[in-house]
C-alpha cells in the first residue's frame, strides 16, 4: 500500500492518476489540503470526504501522517503568461514554501509538483532555480520535464512542467515517452449538446468585431473542427471567455464546450462527478486541473523507479 499527500489538490486530478498507475486499492491518501470549498464539493463527491483539510498554513507538519509520495499541483498564477507573473510577491506564489516545509518535516521517498512552464523562466530562470536548490537542500535528487496533454492521448494543446524528486540517488527516473495515440477533437465531443451552447448572435458578433479592429490576446478566437487533431489550453476563465477553444456547428454560430467535454478534454473519466457545483464552478475547476493521462504516465515511470517492492 502506497501512502499519498495530496496537497492543493483541486478535484483531484493529480491523485486519479496516481489510482490509475498504482490501481485504487493500492493507494491510501492520508492527508488532502484544498481551501476552495467548491473543488471540496467535487473531490469529496468522487474520493470521499476522508482525512481532507483546508488550508496548509494553518496546518502543523505534526498534523500529517507519514507518507510515500507527496503531490501538489500548486497555484500557478503567480508565474503564468497569463497572470501578471509576480512570482514569490505573489501570495500564491509563498505556496511553494509550504511544500517545502512538508518534504522537510516528512521526507517522503518522492513528490510530484505540477506547474505552468512559464516557472522555468521568470525573473531569468532565478526563481526556478532558487526552487532546485531548496529541493535538492533537503536531500532530493530532481527531474523535471515540460509535457503536454496532446502527446499522451488528451486531445489538448497543454504543455505543463512537472517536477520529480526522490530520496534515492542511486535511482534513475526518466519521464515517459509521448504514447503515440492519435488524437482528435471528436474524441471528446458529446452527441445532441443543447442549443444553448451555441453563442448568440450578440456574442459572436461582438467576438468578430473585435477581431476585425485588430485586437490581440484574450479576444483572439479558434474555432476547431471534430476532425483537428488537439485544442488549444483550457483555462479557468473558460465559461466567461470561451473564445479560444470554440466548437463549429453545422447550421449556426460556433459553440462552447459542454462541461463533459471541458471534462474529458483533461481526461477525466465520464464516471467522474461533475455537477455537485454551478457550470461556472465546472469550467473553472477543469481549466485549473490536470491532464489525468499525463500523470498516470508520470506515476507509472515513479512506480516503476522507485515502489516496485511496494506494489
Request: glycine letters at 8%; a neutral charge.
Amino acid at each position: 500500500m502506497i501512502k499519498i499527500a495530496d496537497l492543493y489538490a483541486g478535484i483531484g486530478g493529480i491523485r486519479l492518476g496516481f489510482e490509475q498507475a498504482f490501481g485504487k486499492e493500492n493507494v491510501d491518501c492520508v492527508f488532502t489540503s484544498e481551501i476552495d470549498k467548491y473543488a471540496v464539493m467535487t473531490y469529496t463527491a468522487n474520493f470521499g470526504d476522508k482525512n481532507i483539510f483546508g488550508d496548509i498554513r494553518r496546518i502543523s507538519a505534526t498534523e500529517i501522517p507519514d507518507h510515500d509520495i507527496l503531490l501538489a499541483g500548486f497555484p500557478c498564477q503567480s508565474f503564468s503568461v497569463a497572470g501578471l507573473k509576480k512570482g514569490f510577491n505573489d501570495e500564491r506564489g509563498q505556496a511553494f514554501f509550504e511544500i517545502e516545509r512538508i518534504l522537510k518535516a516528512k521526507k517522503p521517498k518522492a513528490f510530484l509538483l505540477e506547474n505552468v512552464p512559464n516557472l522555468k523562466s521568470i525573473n531569468n530562470g532565478e526563481i526556478f532555480q532558487f526552487m532546485l536548490r531548496r529541493l535538492e537542500e533537503i536531500g532530493y535528487k530532481i527531474n523535471y520535464e515540460i509535457l503536454s496533454g496532446k502527446d499522451f492521448g488528451v486531445p489538448q494543446n497543454r504543455r505543463r512542467l512537472y517536477i520529480v524528486g526522490n530520496l534515492d540517488h542511486d535511482k534513475v527516473f526518466q519521464f515517459p515517452n509521448p504514447s503515440g495515440i492519435k488524437t482528435h477533437v471528436s474524441d471528446i465531443i458529446e452527441k445532441d449538446v443543447d442549443e444553448s451552447y451555441c453563442l448568440s448572435d450578440h456574442r459572436w458578433n461582438h467576438i468578430q468585431s473585435r477581431m476585425k479592429c485588430g485586437s490581440t490576446g484574450w479576444c483572439s478566437y479558434k474555432i476547431f473542427d471534430e476532425n483537428e487533431p488537439y485544442t488549444t489550453t483550457l483555462l479557468a476563465r473558460y465559461l466567461s471567455h470561451p473564445e479560444k477553444i470554440m466548437l463549429k456547428h453545422p447550421t449556426g454560430n460556433p459553440r462552447r464546450l459542454t462541461e463533459r467535454e471541458c471534462a474529458r478534454l483533461q481526461g477525466f473519466p465520464d464516471t467522474f462527478i461533475i455537477d455537485r457545483v454551478q457550470k461556472t464552478q465546472m469550467c473553472k475547476q477543469f481549466g485549473n486541473s490536470v491532464c489525468v493521462p499525463v500523470i498516470r504516465a508520470i506515476a507509472n515511470q515513479i512506480k516503476n523507479t522507485f515502489f516496485t517492492e511496494d506494489c
